[in-house]
């Protein structure tokens, strides 16, 4: 938050710290018997409904059982903790009613009057219908109950103060469930529900003002994710071949398009949910994104010739045939690459971003699929390289396979990723 | 030329640029610790460390290796007298074959160097990238654990121990 982020914010939460916002929110009763919600039909569509939200993403330890929490979460103003929505009556939310629940996804307040940080993406989930969010407590309700507490949050002030989310809201908070364009038909109307709502893709793919709420004059714009950039998905995307529904189909049901790329980082998490869900959904999200990106832009920039003004810094063009050519080149060169193609450097996102971010997690990290499946695969290079070489081998990378100018400020950026080891 | 330092030791090698760690090992220097298992980063049987970091030296350029420090196991211990880690492999007859054994071991020493006892789960997550086909992965898990617990026994020894 910028020190006039700050500043504003201290003013307003002064302004209204006195008022409760939450004042018309009272405790409700405690569930009725569990036999209520064992109709299983409700409790198998709240599963998929759980999948399309990534909600075990968040609210689950790399190391812990589904659901439990305690998951950290880094935000630009400090850590939280992801909570546990185990149905725990002591540490989850064993003890909430329908509509506690129901409160907690449509205005971000859980029992006691507790506001919630929109690190829980409630400002998305507003838009959903009373009958989705019935489902999905049906089926959070019936999971394993895991006593579990998260540690403490440790975020700075003002931010550490959840009355100061009052102001938030009311700055922020657009509350309402999604209203249907008549103008689209229904495949479109289930996507732009599914995205704007329960997919939450804004909450990555647009960028954040200070006081950490989605700039909506700039809707998927890009963004940014655990240390990721999260692409454009409007007519800024950095892809140079143009999305279409069906190869945006195929990334997010089978993790990759030959088009483009391979999922990875906090994608990845999306698209393994986006591979369980029913096919006629992910049809929709992939209708509905491919809209907008294709939204008043469709002549792209012709691609610039690779010899372009570019510098090519120190040695990356040896690095590149020592390290990388024997599968990047293997077409070109009857290379030893047996397990599937690749996808080809000028094509891939992470290449031609405006961001260097992905392509530096890339090579030290690797591309892996999880244990005992098949899916595309790149060795993680951490430790192959200095700072310097590492910088060197990607502007090569850029200047021969990019349409778009050098990435300016890629020492800096190969610096702070290589010394902050942030891995995912 | 490229003057590396492997094992301590600095060795000139008249090689392109773009060649493997792994064939200026194994071709020039007659080192043949390190295996080529599939040249793609895929296997693991090729790795060193480079700086302390395990690599695969099939897909690291000599290029970039100047002034750093490369060690093999070459550089762990001699039969007569091995490394910890090449120690316990041997007690815990963690080879089969033993194509895939050097790679794992100096992947296993990167990491006993940084953490000295980690869990079973580090001890997985860490040797992921390499690969046994005969199937021994569970006694590698139980030889890396048996190295970090003589490593740390050696550790905690007083430095006097040997004078008295």
């Known amino acids: ?424 | 030329m490229i003057e590396l330092d492997i094992n301590g030791t600095k060795r000139s090698v008249d090689a392109e640029a773009d060649t493997p760690l792994l064939y200026v090992l194994r071709d020039h220097l007659a080192m043949n610790g390190a295996k080529f298992g599939c040249g793609l980063g895929q296997c693991g049987a090729c790795t060193v460390m480079v700086d302390g970091e395990a690599v695969f030296s099939c897909m690291t350029p000599v290029s970039v290796l100047a002034g750093r420090k490369i060690r093999t196991i070459e550089g762990l211990g001699t039969v007569e007298q091995p490394g910890a880690l090449q120690r316990a492999f041997i007690d815990e007859q963690a080879a089969q074959c033993g194509y895939c054994i050097a790679g794992m071991i100096m992947r296993a020493q990167a990491l006993l160097e940084k953490n000295s006892s980690p869990s079973d789960a580090e001890i997985r997550r860490h040797m992921m990238p390499n690969l046994c086909r005969c199937g021994t992965h569970m006694r590698i898990v139980k030889a890396v654990r048996r190295a970090a617990q003589t490593m740390r026994a050696e550790a905690d020894k007083p430095k006097s121990a040997g004078q008295t």
């Open chain 1, 1 to 424: 938050m910028t020190a006039r982020g700050v500043a504003s914010f201290l003013i307003l939460a002064a302004g209204v710290a006195a008022t409760s916002w939450a004042a018309d929110v009272a405790p409700t009763a405690k569930p009725a018997a569990d036999q209520s919600m064992a109709d299983s039909t409700l409790i198998a569509r709240g599963a998929e409904l759980a999948a399309i939200g990534n909600c075990a993403s968040c609210h689950t330890h790399p190391e812990g059982k589904s659901f439990a929490g305690g998951r950290p979460i880094k935000t630009p103003f400090g850590t939280l903790y992801s909570t546990n929505i185990t149905p725990d009556n002591e540490t989850g939310i064993g003890k909430w009613s329908a509509e506690d629940f129901l409160r907690a996804m449509h205005d971000g307040v859980a029992p006691g009057r507790r506001n919630l940080y929109p690190a829980f993406p409630y400002d998305h989930f507003t838009r959903l219908t009373d009958n989705d969010v019935e489902a999905i407590y049906a089926f959070v309700m019936t999971r394993e109950p895991v006593r579990l507490t998260a540690p403490p949050n440790q975020l700075a002030f003002p931010m550490n103060l959840r009355s100061a989310l009052s102001v938030w809201k009311v700055l922020f908070l657009e509350r309402g469930a999604y209203r249907p364009d008549p103008q689209q038909d229904a495949e479109w109307n289930r996507g732009a529900y599914l995205v704007e709502g329960l997919g939450h893709c804004g909450a990555c793919h647009t960028p954040r003002n200070a006081m950490g709420a989605e700039e909506h004059t700039r809707d998927f714009d890009g963004g940014q994710s655990e240390g990721w950039d999260a692409p454009a998905l409007n007519s800024s995307s950095p892809a140079p071949s143009a999305w279409t529904a069906e190869q945006l189909y195929a990334y997010l049901r089978q993790g990759r398009d030959e088009n483009h790329g391979t999922a990875v980082g906090p994608m990845k998490p999306v698209v393994d949910n986006l591979s369980q869900v029913p096919e006629s959904d992910v049809r929709a999200i992939a209708r509905y994104v491919a809209w907008r990106m294709n939204r008043g832009q469709l002549v792209r920039v012709a691609a610039t010739s690779s010899d372009s003004a570019q510098t090519v810094i120190g040695d990356g063009e040896a690095i590149f045939r020592g390290a990388c050519a024997s599968c990047h080149e293997a077409e070109a060169s009857g290379g030893p690459i047996r397990s599937g193609r690749t996808v080809p450097l000028s094509l891939t996102t992470s290449v031609n971003a405006p961001d260097a971010r992905n392509a530096i997690h890339i090579v030290l990290e690797g591309i892996w699929p999880d244990a005992g499946e098949k899916g595309a695969f790149m060795p993680p290079f951490e430790g192959a390289f200095t700072e310097q070489q590492l910088a060197a081998l990607l502007g090569y990378v850029r200047s021969r396979y990019a349409r778009g100018p050098a990435w300016s400020d890629l020492p800096k950026q190969v610096r702070a990723i290589m010394h902050t080891g942030q891995k995912q």
